[in-house]
């Protein structure tokens, strides 16, 4: 079965700390790609990142930062000096064929 | 190059009523996807194309739920004889086809809500 998990229904954070949401899946399949999304108020996802399952690598992109980790399933985001405007439910997901496996969600809220 | 776009973004409509959304996927993407997604939760796959064919359809989309996508460009989404439930955000995203990593552009979806 695949699935993708993210226990942090919703964290509440001062601005200007560092934030860490946390993805764990599962899967059968030996080549998969991961994904976060950003969901702002208005709706919209907008597409993070995509990692596949041969790139263990870190990724840095400003405060933005990924730690994929094959041996824990595990497909964390970092958020550092987190600012207001980071508001938004943040998702991961896991593409499986044609469509993805998506986690429920982590509803972050930055406090000015 | 524009996004994914959707028509309307939002709509309230009465029980029992036909509702019609519009998607227009980013131009050389040849799929196109219709999900899902009600407060609180993460999106659920409906229905996807590639191209003018619609390959796959969820167990959620019941009878009264249709989607074309005639031309392989735009596609719309109806539901006939609404209901209360299926008041959600109905979100249309598109890709290139081929290996399964390709990433999948969500448009800004459309609310509709069922009184």
């Known amino acids: 079965a695949q699935k993708v998990t993210q226990a942090q229904t919703e964290i509440s954070v001062v601005e200007k700390e560092d934030v860490t949401l946390d993805c764990v899946y599962e899967?059968?399949?030996?080549?998969?790609?991961l994904f976060w999304y950003k969901q702002p108020p208005s709706g919209e996802l907008v597409f993070l990142i995509r990692?596949?399952?041969?790139d263990e690598q870190n990724e840095i992109s400003g405060r933005y930062s990924w730690n994929f980790q094959k041996s824990t399933s595990s497909f964390n985001f970092t958020i550092t000096a987190s600012q207001v405007v980071d508001s938004a439910v943040y998702f991961c997901?896991?593409?499986?064929?044609?469509?993805?496996?998506w986690g429920a969600g982590t509803k972050l809220i930055i406090k000015p | 190059d524009t996004g994914v776009s959707q028509d309307p973004r939002h709509k309230i409509t009465k029980r029992g009523q036909n509702v019609t959304f519009r998607c227009d996927p980013i131009?050389?993407?040849?799929?196109l996807y219709w999900y899902r997604q009600t407060l609180g939760q993460g999106p659920e796959f409906l229905t996807y194309?590639?191209?003018?064919?619609?390959?796959?359809k969820s167990r959620l989309l019941s009878d009264r739920f249709s989607a074309e996508r005639p031309k392989g460009s735009f596609s719309t989404l109806e539901i006939q004889r609404t209901e209360q439930g299926d008041s959600a955000m109905y979100l249309c995203?598109?890709?290139?086809?081929?290996?399964?990593?390709?990433?999948?552009?969500f448009g800004e979806g459309s609310w509709l809500t069922v009184v």
């Open positions: 194309f590639q191209n003018e064919a619609q390959l796959e």
């Open positions: 995203a598109s890709s290139l086809e081929g290996f399964s990593g390709n990433t999948i552009y």
């Open positions: 990692r596949n399952s041969f």
């Open positions: 997901a896991l593409n499986s064929n044609y469509q993805l496996i």
């Open positions: 131009s050389e993407h040849n799929r």
């Open positions: 899967t059968r399949d030996t080549t998969y790609y």
